[in-house]
């Protein structure tokens, strides 16, 4: 059989990527992150997608070079449809389009949701087999989205519970901004929780039926704090930010694992994973093992450079999809509404 290789792109916000695979096999995973939005305390799309068809020739360039291929050698182009920012996903959907015409090969979609739980079937080696046993559940949290999934396929995922208004990662990034503290917020938030105490401040967790998940209420809360606290003293976010980070880290991540339990409990599911940008938490990870030791969870936890937007994650669904004949026309529209196909 012929080698397969799959060029992967990712362009759902503001990181532009390109990935090559080899029958599975990740050559390449390159990605341009843009500064342009630390300023704004927040991504602009119109900065972003700008950005986008500046970065995306040369990343798509410097990927298939570093794979040690020549792009005529490219079996299918796999690209995300979303969800994701409109303006962002055109430009990663358009190129890939006019990439894939000009070569005459196919056109594979992929949801980047799907991608991200996918990342962790991304082998770096070809004896790499540390992928999770389907079925199992995967905890996909980031700053869109936050869910629990039961993975019974690549292309078979189910929703067992999401958050009914904003994500994880959008509150923490919401709350580090309330504390003057810059954008992205996680890796601040994360790095000042490391020196902090978890327990010195309590903030409300929601009490939401079933599996879904709730952050609106505990960034109301924090903001409501952080106002009575500043206000006795303007100094207290500046003496205190360790244990406050620390604290509200805390909060989230017993939020996020409490439902995670419930879900395992429910399905009977122990092979348990976790996906998405707040993975990189360090938190997040330690309450992983921490769980796994007092339930007998299996866990997968994925490398730091899987966790955030990156293309290796859509080469890898791409590549599934290409063993399967799934492709897409031509004319399939990308899409910024957050689901699973």
Request: contains cysteine.
């Amino acid at each position: 059989m012929n080698d397969i290789y799959i060029l992967g792109i990712e362009s759902s916000c503001d990181d532009t990527s390109a990935a090559v695979l080899r029958n599975g096999v990740l050559l390449s995973n390159v990605t341009a992150s843009q500064a342009v939005h630390e300023s704004y305390g927040g991504v602009v799309p119109e900065l972003a997608s700008r950005a986008h068809q500046q970065n995306v020739v040369p990343v798509v360039h410097e990927a298939i070079k570093r794979a040690g291929i020549a792009k005529e050698q490219l079996s299918a182009v796999a690209f995300t449809r979303g969800p994701g920012l409109m303006g962002s996903l055109l430009v990663g959907v358009n190129f890939a389009k006019g990439f894939a015409r000009s070569l005459g090969i196919p056109l594979i979609d992929v949801n980047h949701l799907q991608g991200h739980v996918m990342a962790h079937f991304i082998k770096e080696s070809e004896d790499d087999n540390n992928q999770p046993p389907l079925p199992f559940i995967c905890l996909l949290v980031s700053g869109g989205n936050s869910q629990i999934v039961l993975v019974k396929a690549y292309n078979d995922m189910e929703v067992l519970g999401q958050t009914i208004d904003d994500a994880a990662g959008e509150a923490i990034d919401k709350c580090s901004k309330v504390m003057g503290l810059g954008y992205p917020g996680g890796p601040i938030i994360d790095k000042l929780a490391r020196q902090g105490n978890p327990k010195a401040y309590q903030f409300s967790e929601p009490h939401i039926p079933g599996l879904d998940y709730s952050f609106s209420g505990l960034k109301t809360s924090f903001l409501y704090n952080m106002r009575k606290w500043v206000e006795e003293d303007p100094d207290f976010i500046e003496h205190h930010k360790e244990d406050i980070a620390a604290s509200l880290e805390w909060t989230i991540v017993d939020i996020l694992m409490k439902k995670l339990k419930l879900a395992v409990k429910q399905t009977g599911i122990k092979h348990v994973a976790v996906a998405g940008g707040v993975s990189a938490n360090n938190g997040l990870r330690n309450a992983f093992h921490d769980y796994a030791k007092r339930y007998g969870w299996t866990i997968y936890i994925p490398k730091f450079s899987y966790t955030t937007d990156n293309a290796a994650m859509i080469g890898i669904v791409g590549y599934y999809k290409f063993l399967d004949g799934e492709t897409c026309p031509i004319d399939a529209p990308a899409f910024s509404k957050v689901t699973f196909k």
